[in-house]
């Protein structure tokens, strides 16, 4: 009978209505079994014990009704979800049936406990050889959510935790060893005194954003890697080239008075190691990273990395800084192919530089001997000193290129951040891609490629101009930094700056369609709001918080309670976002 009225709650569309007709068939099911069973207990123990044995049955019905409710209480207004409700349910109802009867279940009655982390594969939530239909139940919600190479995290009761002993979990700094990959590696501008060959690098510095292969690595970029050195930059061999990167304008940290390396004057070369897209696989904590020259040495911001016409890979990557560019990498081959024969998509290719035209039209200037403004120049030196070669190739100088992502359009978006510089006496002044003079504000580009992402031509046009975006609501913001594209055609904006209307970095939302703006999250007071990754059902978002109150006490203790000067230094820190009502991010 009850078997029979489960698979018409199963079968039957769910509503008001047959939840109530559902509930008492079964209640009065229940209630049918209440005779027989006493009269059995009275066969097996005698009338005597009867209405204490049929007692402790009823009660035992009732506390499990009670536990029932409220667990199903609780997980609603965690995560506002019906169908999870309903499922993991059904997973308990078999997995006792399977534990607790050994007589009919596959894994002989064993009395052991189903650990459920969300966030682990769905083979791992259940014993070898029982029912499929617990796997089923208890669903798959994706691998699990690893951040850059360093720590492990997965889903317990109502919160996300770290795996502090996990076997994924590492440290990757200046001190770790790289290998030094692709055309450049060798070059006499690589070698230092500590590695004559020029392809063996000790660590990274100042990494920003990144991106992940359809190979399962992860792409880490060097920025700001010139203020970690310090010396007398005039008796360098090549100044000028040095300069154009910044190094030697300024030390904002003492390691060249102690360590020798990054001493001007006793490794030259040691800067031109620094500044490249750093290859790391967070699957294998033994493995080395690599700096991948092929994808150019510039202030890295971000990596895209995208699945062009043929299965050949392709990165956009800006540089972060006023009035430099934005580059992409097309690989020479399908990734696929170039893996199986043992090479790196990543070490053979071509590196391009846009030039945005006024016509909203652009065009992607090759950056290889094989461009006659190039011609007299090697790969490895375009690679080394690649800003200089998009000097020469004539690039469109740019606000600040910061992250890159791809939308549901397929069209590329890239934060403008801001540029207070612009057609100053002696600067770059406006043009059609960058239309505001000293604009402390930013704005967010696009652009599409053409014949598969492998094109050397491309369509551009503004996307939002920041000081122009403003509604009643106070839906307002500046310096767009970070940006993400999600399937359904939102643009995820954060933000790194000063900001309009006094309020603090934040994160939006836009409609690539409308261009709608809403906030959707705004940070502590001195921070910058970075980073964002989701779950595969992209019902939880996680994203970063940095350097807030400027690593000031005196502007906040986050995330302890605000106390003053006198209060700990605040703290770097991860935000797990979901939505009250258990849907998608941004919905």
């Known amino acids: 009978g009850r078997a029979a009225v489960f698979a018409g709650i199963l079968l039957v569309p769910t509503s008001a209505t047959t939840v109530l007709v559902f509930s008492g068939l079964l209640g009065l099911l229940w209630l049918s079994t209440v005779p027989p069973t006493n009269s059995l207990v009275a066969q ?31 997980l609603f207004d965690a995560y506002r979800s019906y169908e999870m409700m309903w499922w993991l349910s059904v997973a308990l109802g078999v997995t006792a049936a399977l534990l607790l009867h050994g007589s009919a279940n596959t894994i002989g009655g064993q009395a052991r406990v189903i650990k459920m982390r969300w966030g682990m594969p769905a083979d791992s939530m259940y014993f070898k050889g029982a029912w499929r239909i617990v796997k089923f139940a208890l669903g798959d919600y994706g691998d699990r959510m690893v951040a850059l190479a360093a720590k492990d995290y997965f889903f317990e009761g109502s919160a996300w935790k770290v795996v502090p002993d996990s ?81 030697g304008r300024r030390a904002a940290y003492g390691w060249w008075r102690h360590v020798d390396r990054f001493n001007l004057e006793k490794e030259p070369n040691e800067p031109n190691r620094f500044g490249w897209v750093v290859e790391i696989d967070p699957y294998d904590p033994q493995s080395t990273p690599v700096k991948r020259t ?117 069209w590329q978006y890239g934060t403008l951040t801001n540029n207070s510089n612009r057609g100053r006496a002696g600067q770059p002044g406006v043009n059609a891609a960058n239309p505001i003079p000293q604009n402390s504000d930013g704005h967010i580009i696009r652009w599409k490629d053409s014949d598969g992402n492998l094109g050397g031509t491309f369509e551009w046009n503004l996307f939002l101009i920041s000081r122009e975006t403003f ?109 009250k009502d258990g849907g998608i991010i941004g919905s």
């Open 471 to 579: 509604d009643e609501g106070g839906q307002m913001f500046g310096s767009p930094d970070g940006i993400w594209g999600d399937p359904d055609g939102r643009i995820f904006i954060q933000t790194d700056g000063t900001q309009p209307g006094r309020n603090n970095d934040q994160m939006l939302v836009a409609d690539s369609k409308t261009r709608e703006v809403k906030r959707i999250f705004t940070g502590v007071a001195g921070c910058e709001v970075t980073g964002v990754a989701v779950t595969p059902n992209r019902k939880t978002m996680f994203v970063n918080l940095q350097h807030p109150g400027d690593g000031d006490p005196k502007i906040t203790n986050f995330p302890a309670p605000f106390t003053g000067a006198a209060g700990p230094v605040p703290r770097d820190c991860t935000i797990v976002i979901t939505r």
């Open 167 to 247: 076997k994924y979990a590492r440290r990757i700094s200046v001190n770790t060893p790289m290998t030094i990959s692709g055309p450049a590696a060798g070059h006499a501008l690589l070698k230092t005194s500590a590695d004559p060959s020029g392809r063996r690098a000790v660590g990274m510095i100042n990494n920003c954003a990144g991106g992940a292969t359809p190979w399962g690595t992860w792409l880490t970029c060097e920025e700001n890697f010139d203020v970690y050195f310090g010396g007398d930059a005039s008796k360098l061999p090549e100044p000028a080239m040095h300069k154009r990167y910044g190094v």
């Open 294 to 410: 092929a994808l150019g040495r510039v202030k890295h911001e971000g990596a895209e990395v995208v699945v062009g016409k043929g299965n050949r890979v392709v990165v956009y990557m800006g540089d972060d800084e006023r009035f430099d560019y934005i580059y992409k990498f097309v690989s020479a081959r399908d990734y696929k192919k170039m893996i199986a024969a043992g090479k790196s998509p990543l070490d053979e290719g071509t590196l391009y530089v846009a030039r945005f035209n006024d016509n909203g039209t652009g065009d992607w200037l090759e950056l290889s001997p094989r461009n006659p403004a190039l011609s007299a120049w090697s790969i490895d030196k375009i690679l080394v000193h690649t800003r200089l070669a998009a000097d020469l190739a004539g690039a469109t100088k740019m606000d600040r290129p910061e992250w890159i992502s791809t939308g549901a359009d397929g």
């Open 44 to 74: 097996i123990f005698g009338v005597q014990h009867m209405s204490m044995l049929g007692g402790f049955v009823f009660f035992s019905h009732q506390i499990g009704s009670f536990l029932g409710v409220w667990l199903g209480g609780r």
